[in-house]
């Protein structure tokens, strides 16, 4: 975007725009003339859309879409104002890590052209140290500035804190995995003698224990649950005893 034709500003400032773009935000006197370059609301995606706000010698201001007054920068302010407050309901209606994350991504482009938007006008209170609408502007800029931070921050703790909750419930959820695994590491260690005598036992061959007294069954199934015992502490300690 360049500056409109009929715009009579002074070599010194003009000659500071390059060929293909107007450049950063930013604030440039000359003969008591000011020129402000500022970018519009930033969507994401898009290319920065600048826009121009001159103040004459005699404090008249002009918009470089045919505006005329402080009314024009006004409106400006208040379109990232209006931004500020759908990312503060945006803020609110966040469950997830995965809203933090968007609310992120779209807040940055904004928060660094709110820090650019204040900087400018701060310039610009500088540059015309008498005029008090520019410093009412400067601090409505730095409190769009401020406002954009906290909700980042706040934003960024709350994905942080998501992220740390969700990771210690998978934590526990594991732990309990685990320790299910090992009680039936200890059941299974406990019984495998019982099961390894029962299924040679239990084999149709001929060893002369089928017509033995059945105080043999007590005595074998005993001596399997105490093997069953040294196994389990060796599963659970590493060690027979």
Request: aromatic share 10%.
């Amino acid at each position: 975007m360049k500056l409109p034709a009929s715009w009579k500003l002074p070599a010194t400032i003009t000659n500071r725009f390059g060929l293909n773009t107007a450049g950063k935000q930013r604030a440039m006197s000359a003969d008591d003339h000011l020129l402000l370059v500022l970018h519009r609301v930033p969507q994401l995606g898009h290319d920065r859309q600048p826009v121009f706000f001159w103040r004459k010698p005699n404090g008249t201001w002009e918009h470089s879409s045919g505006g005329v007054g402080i009314d024009t920068l006004t409106k400006h302010l208040q379109e990232y104002s209006t931004a500020v407050e759908k990312f503060e309901q945006d803020y609110a209606q966040a469950t997830d890590a995965e809203d933090y994350f968007r609310l992120l991504e779209a807040i940055f482009p904004l928060r660094l052209a709110a820090q650019n938007l204040h900087a400018t006008l701060q310039a610009a209170r500088e540059a015309v140290p008498a005029d008090r609408d520019l410093i009412s502007l400067r601090d409505w800029a730095y409190d769009i500035e401020r406002i954009l931070d906290l909700i980042y921050e706040n934003t960024k703790n709350a994905m942080d804190f998501n992220i740390a909750k969700r990771a210690e419930e998978q934590t526990k959820i594991g732990m309990k995995s685990v320790e299910a695994s090992h009680r039936l590491n200890i059941l299974a260690a406990i019984f495998y003698p019982l099961t390894a005598i029962s299924c040679v036992f239990g084999m149709n061959l001929a060893n002369g224990l089928e017509s033995s007294h059945y105080s043999l069954f007590w005595l074998v199934l005993f001596v399997t649950l105490i093997l069953g015992t040294f196994v389990c502490r060796w599963v659970t300690r590493g060690k027979w005893l």
